[in-house]
């Protein structure tokens, strides 16, 4: 009896000294829902015919909510006022009057993203659905691309929108069109077309009012009218931004509220030189550059015999100083010796801004880089005066150079990433003109982007053939 006692109090500690070491875990819920719902039943199905209008319901396997369908939503062709969709339990559904169809026409209804699970928010990718109101479909379609003409490349940020062709240039920035489509990547594709002509245009549509406004909106047009008919059709479009675009608030009589100048508070003449003069042995100013002695305030004037320039112990009388475009910076020109020391003496009043304040007076000492810390790019290319060739780094234009003959180089350039662009200076301005659709119907320049990089290293020469590529025309 004493060892059965024993032994049930052992196993009753062993037991309590167990659970007191646990630790207690709340139960999970199980992993995170990541399906979006799908559709176990609808009234009316795709591609089906002789539709007449009415409600058009979709049951789903959960509940589901309704995330910006306004945006979300689009009907082509656009019907006068947006179809009601409302969400309620498992059920989505989608209203439409039959005045808002016309007939004998094929629409597809596109809902985006805007269908979710309540739950953890998981959309239904670009729900679609077409249907006709005729006993037929129309099955045309067209196709193209769209290019940023300012910079060659494909122009992603666009819709391409499509107008019957009997109606003036105005309702580009009057009425909404039949037809509109984002690009992908630059390219489009429309389907489900009638037999019909059609005006085309592109835009960037700011206000999301598929019209054009001006106030920046890139745009661009066709000359012609098309007919999807054609199928051997493949549209051309090149984007640009007019430089001479309406203000439509002033138009529309939007009254704007005149902002009051901001009075600028009592500040030093402080400025900034592009030099680095804590390496003073190190070869660091690039050959490229003229100094550039950047202010904060407007200047009045400078004293250029106060700024001086020296080649070591050598005054270096042909630099030219003067006051920039800005007017706030003074740039100090000169034919730079490679490998060389150079001291920039700014003496007491050399600058005044326009309250009378002087620039304090300074010294700085630099050095050049030599040609060996360069690389060069000589590109051949189709002779012509009328081409330009453009040295790209970082999307910044480097520098350029007219095609006056089957060889162009650019020397000097700093060990880098680079690329180029070809513009076709159609006026023989030597430089790249945007078009103009308000009055003359201008289209602009057209630039070829040469999507290869060039990788420039120090004391290397690169060769790049573009005889094939930069003859760019314009489609028609």
Not at 202 to 215: E, F, R, T
Not at 351 to 367: I, V, W
Not at 462 to 473: E, G, P, S, T, Y
Request: with cysteine; hydrophobic share 35%; aromatic share 10%.
């Amino acid at each position: 009896m004493l060892i059965q006692k024993r032994y049930v109090i052992t196993l009753t500690g062993l037991y309590l000294f167990m659970m007191s070491c646990a630790n207690i875990i709340a139960p999970t819920g199980g992993p995170r829902d990541e399906k979006a719902p799908t559709i176990t039943k609808r009234t009316l199905n795709d591609s089906s015919l002789n539709f007449k209008g009415g409600k058009i319901n979709f049951d789903f396997n959960e509940f589901v909510k309704l995330q910006d369908v306004q945006n979300q939503l689009i009907i082509t062709p656009f019907t006068k006022v947006k179809p009601k969709v409302t969400a309620h339990k498992r059920r989505v559904t989608v209203y439409l009057h039959d005045s808002l169809l016309e007939k004998n026409t094929t629409y597809h209804i596109s809902m985006g993203n805007a269908i979710q699970d309540i739950h953890e928010g998981n959309s239904i990718q670009n729900l679609g659905f077409t249907f006709s109101t005729g006993p037929y479909f129309d099955s045309l379609s067209l196709q193209g691309s769209l290019i940023d003409a300012a910079t060659g490349l494909p122009d992603t940020a666009s819709y391409i929108l499509l107008y019957p062709a009997n109606l003036p240039d105005s309702a580009f920035m009057k009425q909404k069109p039949m037809y509109a489509q984002k690009t992908m990547q630059g390219v489009f594709r429309f389907e489900n077309l009638p037999n019909r002509d059609f005006s085309i245009y592109a835009l960037q549509d700011n206000n999301k009012n598929y019209q054009y406004d001006g106030n920046g909106e890139r745009i661009a047009f066709y000359d012609k009218k098309i007919n999807p008919i054609d199928s051997s059709l493949n549209i051309q479009l090149y984007s640009f931004t007019e430089l001479d675009s309406r203000d439509t608030a002033r138009k529309k009589g939007v009254k704007t509220t005149p902002q009051k100048p901001s009075i600028k508070p009592d500040i030093k003449l402080n400025y900034t030189v592009n030099i680095d003069s804590v390496n003073k042995t190190k070869r660091t100013f690039d050959l490229n550059n003229p100094i550039k002695i950047q202010f904060f305030t407007p200047l009045k004037s400078i004293d250029v015999t106060k700024i001086r320039l020296f080649q070591g112990d050598v005054f270096d009388a042909s630099a030219i100083a003067q006051i920039d475009t800005t007017g706030k910076a003074i740039v100090l020109q000169t034919d730079w010796a490679q490998d060389a020391t150079y001291s920039l003496q700014l003496m007491k009043g050399y600058a005044l801004d326009s309250s009378d304040k002087q620039a304090l007076p300074s010294e700085f000492t630099f050095k050049t880089k030599k040609q060996s810390d360069y690389g060069f790019i000589t590109v051949r290319c189709e002779q012509n005066e009328n081409t330009i060739i453009e040295l790209i780094k970082a999307d910044k234009v480097i520098a350029q150079k007219k095609a006056v003959d089957s060889v162009v180089a650019f020397k000097l350039l700093l060990p880098d990433n680079y690329q180029l662009r070809v513009i076709h200076d159609e006026n023989k301005n030597g430089k790249w003109d945007t078009g103009q659709f308000i009055g003359k119907k201008r289209q602009p320049e057209l630039t070829e982007f040469i999507p290869n990089q060039i990788t420039i290293k120090a004391n290397w020469e690169n060769n790049v053939d573009i005889r094939k590529r930069a003859n760019n025309k314009r489609k028609k």
